[in-house]
């Protein structure tokens, strides 16, 4: 068992930022975030590979978003810049305990947990 705990999240102005924080309880393969907005599907945000040499990000995500993560601390970090009021959902953080090397990083089944969310809000 695997616990994740997040933070970082809140509101913010349009163009503002915010950076959010998951720690897990052990150490982790690739760690990611995921989020989903009220009414649509969750969707993939961003990833880590395990040592942090290969980093993934959505399209959406445009250069805005840094996603960094401290082995040490067992933590992964989301730095969000020029935020969006398109940006608002709850963000959720996902880690891997097992290497499922055939399945892609922006893919769900990487991931064996999740944190519980946390909201973001960004106000135009």
């Known amino acids: 068992q695997v616990q994740l705990v997040e933070s970082g999240g809140g509101l913010v102005q349009a163009g503002g930022s915010l950076r959010l924080s998951c720690a897990a309880s052990?150490?982790?393969?690739?760690m990611g975030w995921f989020r989903q907005a009220p009414g649509k599907e969750r969707e993939f945000v961003s990833a880590?590979?395990?040592?942090?040499?290969?980093?993934y990000y959505a399209d959406f995500v445009q250069g805005r978003f840094t996603i960094s993560r401290d082995n040490a601390k067992n933590s992964v970090y989301l730095q969000m810049n020029s935020l969006k009021p398109e940006d608002t959902a709850v963000y959720y953080c996902?880690?891997?305990?097992?290497?499922?090397?055939?399945?892609?990083?922006?893919?769900?089944?990487?991931?064996?947990?999740w944190g519980q969310g946390t909201q973001v809000t960004v106000s135009s």
């Open positions: 052990r150490r982790t393969f690739a």
């Open positions: 880590i590979s395990a040592g942090g040499g290969s980093t």
């Open positions: 996902a880690v891997a305990i097992t290497l499922h090397s055939n399945v892609r990083y922006s893919d769900s089944p990487k991931y064996d947990y």
